[in-house]
């Protein structure tokens, strides 16, 4: 695994993730659901409770989803109320301090088996449809953090691809003589060079 990877590496292996309707087509064999504007976007299905639901009750509870605010923007949390002395550590070291954080959810079992999708392509002159996608989508549920892994907070991420990294291979990477912001500036100005590239042609 990289040093650095997105919370979609720690979803739950029964967890389905759809990209989109065609996705979504692709690997169930028909076409999905039209949006529900009255329940927000979903882009996920659990493949457990689908093939096993005689296995849960009415509802599903999952231990872990990214934690929201009302606006969906992801709630963080101060990193010196992280636990973990390893992890406690790395947040100092790199200054990050605060990190996005996980809080249990429950669903109806129902809920845990369907998608609410958005369309393909623009789709103008509907007023609550461009409300409705302004809406959060329903996080997926994730494993707890390793005991090698941390949050990651990085100018890349957007939206709930939130940053997660195994904190050794992320120290070898930064060295002491480079400071992490350095890197990240490094990075920055390598695409924008591609992009200058790509631009020109």
């Not at 993730?17 to 690997?27: M, Q, T």
């Not at 609410?116 to 707890?144: F, M």
Request: proline letters at 8%; glycine letters at 4%; aromatic letters at 10%.
């Amino acid at each position: 695994m990289p040093a650095i990877y997105t919370l979609k590496s720690l979803a739950l292996p029964q967890i389905k993730i759809f990209a989109s309707r065609e996705d979504y087509k692709l690997f169930i064999g028909q076409d999905a659901p039209l949006p529900n504007f009255d329940e927000d976007p979903k882009y996920w299905i659990d493949l457990d409770v689908l093939r096993n639901p005689d296995n849960y009750g009415r509802h599903v509870t999952y231990d872990g989803v990214l934690a929201l605010n009302d606006d969906g923007s992801p709630r963080m949390v101060d990193t010196s109320t992280e636990a973990d002395p390893n992890r406690q550590a790395f947040y100092k070291q790199f200054g990050f301090r605060q990190v996005p954080s996980l809080e249990p959810l429950q669903l109806l079992k129902t809920f845990c088996t369907t998608v609410n999708l958005a369309y393909t392509g623009a789709v103008s002159g509907q007023p609550d449809y461009s409300a409705w996608l302004k809406r959060p989508p329903t996080p997926y549920p994730v494993r707890e953090l390793a005991s090698t892994e941390a949050f990651c907070p990085t100018p890349f991420e957007s939206g709930l691809e939130r940053q997660v990294c195994l904190m050794d291979e992320f120290r070898k990477q930064v060295t002491s003589s480079q400071s992490l912001s350095d890197k990240l500036d490094h990075a920055l100005a390598k695409l924008d060079e591609i992009e200058a590239l790509v631009r020109g042609h």
